[in-house]
Nanobody
Framework: QVQLVESGGGLVQTGGSLKLSCAASGIIGSITAMGWYRQAPGKQRDLVASITSSGITNYADSMKGRFTISRDNGKNTVYLQMNSLKPEDTAVYYC?????????????WGQGTQVTVSS
């Protein structure tokens, strides 16, 4: 059974930093990409950042220069370093894993971790 365990969310003041972690277990096949999405109340879930197994990263425009995604392939863990946080970054952050097994693709979601940035 696949499990994505997220940690690192919390309450921080404007301009502060947080680091999110997501450890995946029970994964079969090969992971092709890991990433983070976020969803604020009343809004859709949007991509924050993603990273492929070869280390290619992709960021939403509003996160470029402030957020850094990284991963440890050996531990199936993805990180999101968030700096210069703003109140508009307040949301539930979800870990996402995409992979491939026997010619089929799959994806899994974490349970989400709350990030609240106070003004």
């Amino acid at each position: 059974q696949v499990q994505l365990v997220e940690s690192g969310g919390g309450l921080v003041q404007t301009g502060g930093s947080l680091k999110l972690s997501c450890a995946a277990s029970g994964i079969i096949g090969s992971i092709t990409a890991m990433g983070w999405y976020r969803q604020a109340p009343g809004k859709q879930r949007d991509l924050v950042a993603s990273i492929t197994s070869s280390g290619i990263t992709n960021y939403a425009d509003s996160m470029k220069g402030r957020f850094t995604i990284s991963r440890d392939n050996g531990k199936n863990t993805v990180y999101l370093q968030m700096n210069s946080l703003k109140p508009e970054d307040t949301a539930v952050y979800y870990c996402h894993v995409a992979g491939r097994w026997l010619g089929s693709t799959y994806d899994h979601w974490g349970q989400g971790t709350q990030v609240t940035v106070s003004s």
